[in-house]
Every structure is written in C-alpha cells, then in structure tokens.
C-alpha cells in the first residue's frame, strides 16, 4: 500500500495545443509522445480508474476539474474494461505516493504501461472554462520529443485529427465475441445486452438481480439476439454521434417491433431516440460528472414534485425530444421520463403503449452515486410483465454494491 | 411544491454565548436562516442571548429577544409571541436541547407550537448512543455497510467498570450522551483514568449517561454533510477528511475536503450508508452530519455519530463548497424542495446537487492553551480549540500552507530554517497529538524520517505525509539553487510558499523576495468558488487565491472599500470584531462603494459570500492583503482599506501597508501607533492632563526591580504589544516579580516588560466613542462589575453604569475627547479607565473597534461599527445625526434616566481543560483574558438585569438553599451586608472556620464546614469539596487569597465547575448577585424584545 515516493522526478515538458489555438504547458504524465482526440471535462472528484476505462471516452482527451488525481493508485477490481480508453489525460496535480489498501501500482505506472499520453500541472480550471464557453473541439498532447515542433506545427496537426461529430465508433470498443456474465444466485431472467462500449458494472449490477446477461458484439443481428431467448434487450453506453448508429437504431426498431422489454442507457437511449424518430444533437460541452441532478417525472406526469436523483453522466450528444408533450412514434405513444435540472436536457425516456424505456445517464453508477439503481429493478419489473412498471420500484435502492 | 401556508411565524432559538464546540458558526448559521425565513414573508422571533452576534441585529428577525436560552425563558417568550413553529437546528446543541425540553414538560403542546426542521423522535434517534446504535444497525441490514464500534452503555460507575472486558480491554472511548462538542469525553488507558473521565461524564451527561466504546484509535476519519427534504431527495453537500486520524475531535483536527484518500467505490459506500442513516433517523428536512471511521487497512467502516442539525462541519462544508446549507434548511423547513430552491452561485441551476470542487480546502484549528497553561494540551476527543482557520488552494500544500499562515500564530507556518532537531526525538514527540504536531511531522522530515517512520508514529496517511515530503522537497530545493529562477520560486508558490518562508531559507529579507517575485512577474490569481467546477457560469464574486494561469477577478466601476477582517476567532479576538466589519460592510455597500472583505474564518458571517460584494477568502498578512490591493486596482479604483474594525490583526499590517502605499482609510497607522506606543501615548495624556497610573518600561530584571519599588506593589506586569492581557500578572512583592521573570523567561530580553501601578479596590470603567476630528459621540460607558485587575473581557459590567454620576459621565467624556483628538482618532476608540478614590485614571486606548461594540450597539440601540466605517469614509457625526444612523441629539452618555440596564457577562471555557492529571484547572479571574464568548441580559433595573446575565452564561442564579462563603481577609468586610441579604432571603450559609467567626461576629450565624486540606471529619463529617459533590451546595462565594495563595480555593472552584454550582469569585459579583437573587425572588422576569427596548428608548430620547 506504501510505495516510496521517488522524489520530484525529471520533468518532461509537454503543451496541450486546442484547435482553436489556445495552448496550455505542463509537464509529461503517462506515456511521452503525442495523442489527439477531443477535449472534454469531467467533474467527479473521485472515479479516475473508472472513467478511464469507459469505453465512452474513446478518442476523447478528458480534462479532470478535481486538482489531485492519482491519490489511491490503481486495484484491479474498479476498471470498467480491460483497458484505459481515453485518448488523453488532463490532470494538474498527479499523486506521488498513492494510498489505499487495494492499491497495487500507480496511475502514472498504469498510464505509461498502456501508453496514455497525458500532461500535468496545467490551469484545469482555466481550460475547463475555455471548453464550456467555446465547447468541446479537438486537441492534441504533446511530450518530450513531440512537443519540440513550434505550436503553429503543433496546431496543424491537431486541426487535422479527426472530429468527434459524425464519428462511429462503438465498433471499435465493443466486444468482438459474445461472452455470459452469469446470474448471481437464482438466475431469473435472461438478457442480450448489446455492446455499444459497454462498462463492466452494468451487466454485474443485472447479474446481482438474476439476471443472465449475454454480451453480444455491437454488430450483432437480430437472430442473435433472439438466439439467447432474451427476456429483455439491453443497448449500452458507448463512443461517438448516435447519427451514425445505423446498425444498432436498424436493431432496435426491430426488438420494439416484437415487443421484448427493452432497456437502454446513455448511447442506448439516443438510439432509442433515434429508433423512435426523435433527432440527437451535440451538446456544446456535454455532462461529464458525478453530481447532476436529474428529475423523474411525477406519477401524476408532471415535472413538479418528481423526485430528484444526483447521478453519474457521461454524454455529448443528447435526444431532442419535447419535454412537455407525449410523442405519438411509430411504436405508439412516448415522453420524455426524465431530465437534468441544470439544463433541461432530455435524460430519459418511456414507451407507454411498449416495454422499453431508457435513460441519457448511468444507473450502474461506477464511479458515481448510486441513487437509479432502481432502473434495474424496473428492468426486472418489465421483464416480469409487472403491467404498471413504470413506477413499479421507486424506491430508491442504496448500496446494492459499493 | 412551495412553502407551507400554514405557518406565518416561527421561533428561532440561537446557541448563545460562543464557548469551545459551539461559536460562531451558528451565528452565520442563525442569520442565514432568519434572513431566508424574513424574505418568505414570515414573522422571525429569535432568542439568543449572545449579543455579539448579526443575528441579534434588530433588523435580522421581527422580534429579538436577547434572553437567556434556558426552557424557562423560553417558555415565556412562547407564550408573549405565540409562533405557529419552532425551528431548533440552527443554534447547536443548545437550541436543540431546549426544544426537547419544551417538548418533554409539554409546553410546546399547549401553546400549539410545531417543531419543524426536525422531530423529537429524529433528535434522540440521531443523539440517544443506543438508539443510534439500532440505527446503524438497520441500515447495515439494508445497504449492507456501516457498523458500529463495539460498546456499551453505562449509567453508574459499576457499569463503566464492568464495561471494559466486555470491549476487550483498555483503552477505551468514554463519550457522555447529550452533551456539546464533545465535552466530557476521552481516552481511558487504565482504570484511573476511566473513573476520572466517566466520572466527569456522568455528570455532564443530562441523562447521566456515557458511552463506552473500543477503540478505534489511528483509523482515518471522515464527515458527509447531507441535506434531505420532504420529498426524501438527498444530496451529500461535501466529504471532509481529517487530516488526524481518529482519536482527535473533528474541531481539533486540520480537516480537508474534498476526500482525498477515497476510492470512488469507498466513497459511494460512505455516501450510501449516510443516506440510508439520515432516512433511518428520520430527519425529514434539514442539514446533517454523519462521521466515519475507516479501517486503513481493510476499509471496515464504522459509523460513529451524526448530528441531525448544521453544526460547526455544516458552516465549514458551506464555505468550503458555497452551498449555503443553513439557508437551505431553513428554506426545506418551510416547505420548499431543493429542486426548488436555486443554486445562489450559477443562479441557473438548482440546489438539488452535489457540488464539486475544483480546489482543495484545509481548516486548521487554533488552539489557546498558553492562557492554560496548567491545562494538558494533548488532543483528545474532547474539543478544545478556540478558533479555526480556512484556506483554499488549488493543491493540497497551498491550502494546507495558507492554513497555517492564516493561523497567525507564531510558529503555526512550517519552519525550513533553523534545524529541525533529533529524528527519533521528533517521532516520540509526534505520536502524541498536541498544537502543532503537523509541525513536528515537518521537522521529522527534515530530519531524516521516512514515510514508514512518520506513518508508525502518527497514523496520518501516507498521502498526506507525502504531500509533507513534497512542500520539504521544494523547500530544500529552493535552499539548495544557486539563485531564486523564476521556474523555482514559481514552483515554490505554487506550492503555498509565504514570501516570509522562501525569505527564511534564502536568508533574505520578506520585501525582497516580493520585489524579485514582482519583477518577474509572479504573482497570484484569484478564482472562484462556484459549487460546480466550472461546469456553469459563477454569478457570484467569492475568490481563493493561487499561483495558476487565469484570474477571474472582474473589472469594477465603482469605489471599493476593503475591508479586512479578524481571523480566526481566538480568546481576546473573537466574533465581536466580526460583528463590526459585517457593519462596516453594510453601511458602506448602503453608501454607494463595493465592498470586499477579506479574512480566512469560516465560522463567521463576514465569510459568507451574501455580506459583502466580493469575498477573499484569504490569510490576513501582508503578503496576501497587498496582493488582493494589487489584483482589486486592476479591477478598478480603491477608496482604501479599512483596519481598526477586525481587532489587532488588520490593525498590526496598518503601517506596513501604508508603507507599500495602500491607502488607509480612518484612524491613520501613526494615530494607531500613537495610541500603542507607551511614551508617546503618556506625552498625548499628560498634554490633556490626564493622569494614567505610575508605570514603567524595564528591559531587565535589575530594571524591573527598580521600578516596581517605586511604583510600589502591587503592580501589574505585562509583555508591550498584546491583546487580551496576554501574559498579564498582578504581583504583589518582589520575589513574585522574580518568579513572573523567570517562568516568562526570554520575554524581557526580545520585548521590553511593562510595569503598572495595580489600582486596588478601583472601578474599571470602557467607553466607546466615535471622533470624527471635531466631534465626540459617545458611544457607551460600561462600568465593570469586578474590580480593576480583572481583565476587561472577563469581567461582568453594565450599560448605563449603575455607580457613576452626571458628574463622573462628564469628567469621563472630557477625557475621551481629549485623547481621541490627541490621538487623531477617525472613527471608533476604546478606553479603559479606573476610578480610585476621586481620580480617574487612564489604563489604556485602543484606537479601534473593541470588543463591546456590538454589545455597546445593542444596549443604546445605536449601530456604533457602521457609524465608524462611514466615519472613516469620511463623513461627520453630525452627518450620520441627520440621516438617522446615529440619534439626532445626544449620545450614549446621557441615556434616559428610565433606560434600560443591560450586562454583559463573560462566559469562560473552565469545563473543557484538565492538567495532565486529570483534575480541572483553576477558575480565578486576572488581568490575562480566557473568556470565549459573551451574554448579554437586558432588563429595566440592575439586579434583573443580573440575574439574566447568569442565566445566560452560567445556568439560574439559585433563590434559596444552602451558600457556601470563604473569603480574603480583604473581602470580609465587604462580604457582611451581601451575606446577611443572603440570609434574610432564606439562605442557609455555610462558611470555613475563619469566614465563619466574621459573620458570627456581624450577627450572621453560619455552619462550619471543614476544609479540603482537612479531609473528612472525626465522625465522618463531610468537606466542602465533598458537600459540593454531593449536591448539598447552592451558591459558592470563594475569593482567592492575597498573596501566593491563590490556588487555596482551587478544589472548592473546580467542584463548583465539575457540579455546575454557581461560584462567584469577587465580593462584587456576590453583591450584584444578591440584586439579582432579589429580583427573580420578588417575582416575575419578564421578556422584552430588542425591538421594544429601542422603540421605549427612541420615545424617551425625544421625549427627554
């Protein structure tokens, strides 16, 4: 748990360059060398091991607004994946002697094994506000010998990367051979959930309600999802603009078509957007953090007096959908079941003629709090033909895992 | 769904008198939380009885009653205003502990009186140890996490003692149930020490009950504030870590939020198990805290207490994040929901979040043991710091740097230049938590320890210890370079670095290092504390200091005023000095400037980001004032910054900033010199012909000598340059003037020893004033109830003086004007005097606000601070009479005959110190100040006025019982017309051998009791000390001895502390006791609001 601090090593400068030409310098943390993506903030105070190996932060170089980062090292229980996804990593204050009891190596260690370029001891704050007010846009790392190039070069090369708008990409996080996650105890229901960037606590937080979760890869058919004879469909988070998901909206329409209890979350519910005609949009900075509010609509339909849940987010696009209307789609009426106080972004929603519902958020929390964990109950409640599931288990569930 | 309708008023009770474990921060709590209350359109009676708070402003509630907080009161004041509710969780454990009182005797029942904010059954589920037990248990049922610390619960000392096994052994944690800030409470490491402390406990525990737990000693601390509403959202406001593992009271610890040492997943499990335990509770609305305890090793959680109400962590978490929680309770307890309530910072977004900072905070705290210095400084768990400071930063060693600067204590800031001394030894010393440890750690390092020696010896964690590592690392570096390059001296502010500290390891001058640092170019920026990490757009200005790229100070257009605050509270330094730049705030944002306040005390209302245009919440010293100068004329023009308002802090930097050409608005730094230089001050004395008593300056023992001889004995003996008698001794001959020497050696060689006549038998007489350069107003003449020699802050007095004629007022008033105008006073000035025979002596003048403004304010209704700011701005007296701030004739010298007495008592911190033996220290006043707070008691005639002062600080003066009296032979003649009132009240009088013989001679007979020294009688019959255990004594009259002696009463005072008997230690307080006495005797104290004094006063001015 205790490593000795290896004194105030060599400093390797390295520049954050923006495509607007704002640069930032600092020193190299991580990998040394060169990395692009899009440049984004995150706000949780505690999590960086699970933000970093969220799928959804492929190709994004995340800025963390919480100064000291690092601080309890890396265990090999809290990752979301196999690996760290984000392109990039923005820190000010990087820990030198990390401390936990489940800690068996550091970030910097970590960061430099997987090589994730990363830079330290920038203004976070400063880039944060120069991101929400210009919004998110591309940016690139530079260390060592890589930063050596004049910024003009520099900011070349970052306007030559690749946008984050009209990029697919949950091909490329998601699972190339379906695996089972096993049902905890008693084995109840059976779900496919499709990979869209999956992270590892979801099917876990299915898993300990008994359910089977059959991981399928993103480019799964329809056959192979009925192939596992599913209670339910799951889609999950993931990567990149919804408006080029057209294999996982085709699939969808058809789960709706047939009427299995469908579920979604975050990539999920802008697909489910998508599927039910509703248009997605990109936020100017998105919400990455750990402490939105976001409000459920009353059992009376209305906004006032639903309750309130503080919850973990991660999302750039979100689906334009009316607030205060039901939508008549093609699989009979919708509303919106959910949004966040701060903004009015659309942050869920519900079929009430079908099985389906999702929401813009993350219910399996990790990191995060874990005020919707009651969405899986719901899940369940749909799968188990609960006809009023809607509000069948409001009752929020604390700590089903911590 | 929006506030309630059925409620129109509703009774707040503050916390009164600020003591260790419950000060200030219900102040800023209180006002909060009535201003909300106001602006929802609902009537606010507020009872608090610590006129030193903006709370009892009059123009925070509708009816302010500044009364004692005791059930009865209370009582009285419910049945005069009959408000439909009762919100009791914003005055501490006081209010709450009266609300369950009201509740329990049925009063709130039959006046119809709702409690809201929290219910009884919430109150003893989150207070009761055994019922909070059951609930921790619950919710490890239902989330599967939390626990609690084995214990058992005790009501005798058989239990306590049995209890032990059952825990497996010593030590053990002795918690009393009930009782504040955790007094009563600590370690036991063998039997001895468990009889003392659960004996202690069971006392103090109103339901004579302790808490008997294992310990959990070395584990690492954590708080949650949380905030739920009727709707059951819940939100987590801010983690707090403790920077000291488990063992040191969370008001003792340096305190860091956020949590800096949590995984996500630990942190989600603490967070769980908070909600499930406030739900479990039951607090339905509101703000609460839930402490933790974590296994280091494996992360065994253990829930150790919450509190169901704001507390000191609530108005720290508040500062520390923006998220006013106190405003927000109250607003939840009239029915709002926090997605209805918006976030005051973004104004976009609501209230229903967590919010997230992109700083790091550190509280320090400040301790005060050198006016104890018999008392054990060791920090247990009960609390026994004064004060604390707040820094922000945006790493951990520049907050937890600005900290200990902010602490303005010598020493308190990390020393890099002298050596540091003996590894080993530095260890040893810092296993035992005292003032400081974080210090020794530091020395330790630089004295070689490694991070595994550290972690043995102290238990801190190991990222913390590292971040010690670092700031040393710097440090040597910043030692070791050839020169100061800009990279490193960047480096070394970045990481908090004080200009002094790199000075002292360069061995430069501090102006120097700020010339060079300003030349290159470095200097700090201020950013904003927006509850959201910059996520959304901060509308308000609420700054922190750091060395990073951006600034986001906005420019201005019209004048500012700074003003700079006190600091953390400390004896001597308290809220009142924020009482005045809260005004000064006020008045000059009504005049038309900006105001920015400066000051690093989070308890405080001068910090809350409402009282003023912009907020630093920075460490008052030089470097950082003039850098917030520096940053607000870049932002726009700057009329000056106003000192003499925030006590000796501000005052101290007043020349120094000058010099660096920072205007100094009022009374100039050579006027303040003036007035604190001794010769200068006798030259502007003897030009108005004034006499001040003999005295003399000696810069050694020889020097001392000679003048003490001349002077004549007793003299009172002092260091120059110090607030609230720092050190002060009244000696009586010379070889206690040696001894005073000696145990204060090293003095007399850096600072040269003032010796003072010592005035026997004189009245002590303060007056405020305000001088504008042509005109004296008056604020005030308060005569002391004790006699001169008893420090200023700890002696009882009374507003108008009750002994002192037209005759007296106009000698008094003359010499007031003639001082404040040889002393150039702009604004306020406080002089003490004494009155021996038929001379009026000067003692000393403070060209500043004092400490009895606030209650000088509120005696004449007259709002004396805000006056003196917009004095200092420039305008005149008769100005400020003809807009109405100040009455349009005469001052408050010649109140009406027909106005009412209010007096002042000082309420002194005797039950939270024991020596290292574990006995209680001694109780006798002096001329050294160790009063922490203040009350106030307000009535039409002296005695009731008294007895309410009593009530307040103390508890109830008793009307009838038994009186123990043992006095000096120089009070026995003083001590026969109050004993024989006594007696004609029914009092049984019990005495010593010697006391006895003198009343029996004077016709008074009195039971001889034995002495302490004389142990238990021949048949057994009991001592004093032993009656008073017992409970078989009502009133105790002790008065300290003569010479040498003063320690003869000692165990007869701390029995009366231990047994909370009333115990007046000078004749004077006996006499005005004996008033008091007759008052509640001859019938019914009434309550009358602050409301009603000033209307009665205002029509008796005019009349008059």
């Known amino acids: ?402 | 769904m929006p506030k309630r309708t059925d409620i129109q008023s509703v009774l707040v009770i503050g916390s009164g008198p600020i003591v260790i474990g419950q000060a200030a921060e219900f102040d800023y709590s209180g006002t909060q939380a009535c201003r909300v209350l106001k602006a929802e359109g609902l009537r606010v009676i507020l009872v608090n009885s610590n006129p030193a708070t903006i709370m009892t402003d009059p123009e925070i509630a509708d009816a302010t009653y500044v009364e004692p907080i005791t059930p009865e009161f209370v009582e009285k004041i419910i049945a005069k205003e009959r408000p439909d509710a009762l919100l009791p969780t914003l005055g501490g454990q006081t209010a709450l502990n009266t609300a369950i009182a009201l509740n329990e005797s049925g009063a709130l029942a039959e006046y119809g009186v709702e409690l809201i904010g929290a219910n009884v059954e919430a109150i003893n589920k989150g207070e009761d140890r055994d019922q909070f037990k059951d609930v921790v248990a619950a919710v490890r049922a239902r989330t599967g996490h939390g626990e609690s610390a084995r214990s058992v619960i005790c009501h005798s000392m058989e239990e306590v003692l049995a209890g032990v096994d059952g825990l497996g052994g010593y030590p053990v944690v002795v918690r009393p149930s009930f009782t504040m800030g955790g007094a009563g409470s600590g370690f036991a490491h063998d039997e001895e020490e468990l009889r003392r402390i659960a004996g202690q406990g069971l006392t103090l525990s109103p339901t004579t009950e302790v808490l008997l737990e294992e310990s959990i000693l070395g584990w690492k601390e954590y708080e949650l504030e949380l905030m739920r509403d009727k709707h059951d959202n819940v939100v987590v406001v801010c983690s707090i870590e403790n920077f000291d593992p488990m063992g040191v009271h969370t008001g003792d610890s340096i305190t860091v939020a956020p949590a800096m040492t949590l995984t996500d997943r630990e942190y989600q499990t603490l967070r769980d198990v908070g909600i499930a335990v406030i739900r479990e509770v039951g607090v339905d609305t509101g703000g609460c805290n839930i402490q933790f305890a974590v296994d280091p090793a494996d992360g065994r959680v253990v829930v150790i207490e919450m509190n169901p109400r704001v507390s000191r962590s609530s108005a720290l978490a508040s500062k520390a994040t923006g998220f006013p929680i106190a405003k927000i309770a109250a607003k939840l307890a009239v029915g709002y929901t926090l997605d209805e309530i918006p976030n005051d910072i973004t104004e976009q977004t609501p209230a229903s979040f967590e919010p997230s900072l992109d700083y790091v905070v550190v509280k320090a705290p400040r301790f005060a043991f050198e006016k104890f210095p018999a008392a054990d400084d060791t920090l247990t768990t009960t609390m026994k710091s004064v004060g604390e400071a707040m820094a922000i930063g945006r790493n951990f060693p520049e907050a937890l740097n600005k900290a200990l600067r902010s602490l303005e204590k010598k020493g308190s800031q990390f020393d890099f230049a002298t050596p540091p001394g003996d590894k080993e030894a530095l260890l040893a010393k810092a296993a035992r938590p005292t003032d400081g440890r974080i210090n020794t750690v530091m020395d330790a390092i630089r004295a070689g320890a490694t991070q595994q020696e550290v972690f043995d010896s102290t238990k801190i964690d190991p990222w913390f210890t590292d971040q010690l590592f670092l700031i040393n690392e710097i440090a040597e570096e910043v030692a070791a370079a050839p020169e100061l390059s800009p990279q490193l001296l960047g480096e070394a502010k970045r990481y908090g670095f004080s200009d002094a500290q790199i000075a002292a390891v360069r061995s430069l001058r501090e102006d120097v290092v700020r010339e060079v640092r300003h030349a290159l170019g470095i200097r700090p920026v201020y950013k904003t504390v927006d509850t959201c990490a910059a996520e959304f757009a901060a509308r308000t200005p609420y700054f922190y200091s750091s060395y990073d790229e951006e600034s986001e100070v906005a420019p201005r257009e019209k004048p500012a005023v700074i003003i700079l605050g006190s600091g953390p509270n400390r004896i001597g330094q308290g809220i009142e000095f924020d009482y005045s730049c809260v005004h000064a705030s006020f008045a000059l944002g009504e005049a038309g400037y900006e105001t920015v306040m400066v000051n690093c005390n989070p308890e405080t209302v001068s910090t809350d980001y409402d009282t003023s245009d912009r907020l630093y919440f920075e460490p008052l010293t030089l470097e950082d004032v003039l850098e917030i100068v520096h940053a607000e004329r870049a932002a726009g023009p700057v009329a000056g910054v106003v000192v003499q308002l925030g006590g000796q802090t501000p005052l101290g930097l007043a020349q120094a900033l000058k010099d660096n050409g920072v205007p100094i608005v009022g009374t100039s730094p050579e006027a303040i010199n003036l007035a604190e230089e001794r010769g200068a001050f006798g030259r502007v004395l003897e030009e108005a012909g004034l006499p001040a008593p003999k005295y003399g300056t000696a810069y050694s023992f020889e020097q001392a000598k000679v003048i003490a001889a001349e002077i004549n004995y007793p003299v009172m003996v002092r260091p120059s340059y110090v607030l609230g008698g720092r050190g002060m001794e009244i000696v009586y001959d010379e070889p206690s003037l040696a001894g005073y020497l000696e145990r204060h050696a090293g003095l007399i060689s850096e600072h040269p020893v003032l010796i003072d006549r010592f005035l026997d038998d004189a009245i002590e007489i303060d007056v405020d004033a305000l001088y504008d350069g042509r005109e004296l107003y008056l604020g005030g003449v308060m005569e002391h109830i004790e006699e001169a020699g008893i420090h200023s802050g700890d002696s009882a007095c009374a507003l108008p003086p009750i002994t002192l004629g037209g005759h007296d007022i106009k000698r008094l008033r003359a010499s007031t004007e003639a001082i404040a105008r040889g002393v150039g006073v702009r604004g306020l000035i406080n002089i003490q005097f004494a009155m021996s025979g038929d001379i009026l002596y000067v003692l000393e003048a403070n060209p500043r606000a004092s400490r009895t403004v606030p209650f000088t304010s509120k005696a004449t209704a007259v709002p004396l601070a805000k006056a003196a700011a917009r004095i200092s701005l420039g305008s005149t007296i008769a100005e400020l009479r003809q807009e109405g701030m100040l009455p349009a004739a005469g001052d408050g010298g010649d109140l009406p005959m027909d106005a009412p007495i209010s007096v002042k008592e000082a309420v002194l911190p005797w039950t939270r110190f024991r020596d290292v033996q574990g006995r209680g220290v001694d109780t006798v006043l002096g001329p050294e100040m160790r009063s922490t707070g203040e009350v106030m008691g307000i009535d039409s005639v002296f005695g009731t006025s008294y007895a309410k002062s009593q009530a307040a600080a103390y508890g109830a003066l008793p009307t009838k019982g038994r009186a123990f009296i043992s006095v000096a032979n120089r009070d026995k003649r003083s001590l026969i017309f109050p004993a024989r009132e006594l007696v004609a009240m029914g009092f049984e009088l019990l005495a010593t051998s010697g006391t006895a013989e003198v009343l029996k001679r004077n016709g008074l007979n009195a039971t001889v009791v034995r002495k302490h020294s004389q142990g238990r009688g021949p048949d057994g019959e009991p001592t004093v000390v032993q009656l008073i255990h017992g409970g078989h004594v009502d009133l105790i009259v002790n008065t300290p001895w003569g010479t040498g002696g003063r320690l003869d009463g000692y165990d007869i005072r701390t029995a009366a502390v231990a047994r909370a008997v009333p115990c007046l230690t000078t004749v004077q307080a006996l006499a005005a006791a004996v008033q008091g006495i007759e008052a509640l005797t001859r019938g019914e104290v009434g309550v009358r609001s602050l409301q009603e004094h000033a209307a009665h006063l205002t029509a008796a001015r005019k009349s008059s």
């Open chain 1, 1 to 402: 748990m205790m490593t000795t601090s290896t004194g105030r090593a060599a400093r390797t400068p390295a520049v954050l360059v923006l495509e607007d030409g704002r640069s930032f310098r600092g020193r190299a943390y991580g990998a040394v060398g060169e990395t692009f993506g899009e440049a984004v903030f995150n706000t949780g105070m505690t999590g960086y091991q699970e933000t970093l190996t969220d799928p959804s932060y492929h190709r994004q170089v995340v800025v963390m607004t919480a100064p000291h980062i690092g601080n309890t090292g890396i265990n090999d229980e809290d990752p979301e994946s196999t690996r760290i996804w984000v392109a990039g990593y923005v820190v000010r204050d990087p820990a030198r002697t990390p401390s936990n009891w489940r800690s068996v190596r550091t970030l910097d260690e970590e960061l430099t094994a997987q090589g994730v370029v990363g830079i330290s001891g920038v203004d976070t704050r400063a880039l944060t506000r120069h991101l929400r007010e210009r919004g998110a846009m591309r940016v690139g790392i530079f260390s060592g010998e890589a930063a050596a190039a004049g910024e003009a070069t520099l900011l070349e090369r970052v306007r030559s990367a690749p946008a984050m708008a009209g990029a697919d990409l949950c091909g490329e996080v998601a699972t190339k051979v379906p695996y089972v996650v096993p049902a905890q105890g008693t084995k109840r229901f059976t779900v496919a959930a499709v990979d869209l960037g999956i992270k590892g606590m979801t099917p876990q937080r299915m898993a300990e309600r008994g359910i089977e979760v059959h991981v399928l890869p993103a480019d799964a058919r329809a056959e192979d999802v009925y192939a596992v004879e599913p209670d339910g469909v799951f889609f999950s988070n993931g990567p990149g603009d919804p408006a080029t998901a057209e294999h996982p909206v085709a699939l969808m329409r058809e789960v709706l078509e047939r009427g299995t209890p469908l579920f979604g979350i975050c990539f999920g519910n802008q697909i489910l957007g998508r599927a039910l005609g509703f248009g997605t949009f990109k936020l100017k900075y998105g919400h990455r953090g750990v402490n939105q509010p976001v409000q459920e609509r009353s059992s009376e339909g209305t906004w006032a007096g639903g309750k309130v849940e503080v919850t973990a987010h991660n999302h750039g696009f979100a689906v334009d959908a009316p607030l205060d209307a039901v939508s008549e789609t093609p699989y009979g009426r919708a509303e919106v079941s959910h949004v966040c106080l701060n903004d009015d972004v659309v942050e869920g929603l519900r079929l009430l003629d079908r099985p389906a519902f999702s929401v813009q958020y993350h219910p399996e929390a990790a990191a995060g709090p874990h005020d919707a964990a009651y969405l899986f109950d719901r899940f369940v409640a749909l799968m188990g033909g609960d006809p009023d599931h809607q509000h069948s288990t409001t009752q929020h569930m604390e700590g089903q895992r911590a």
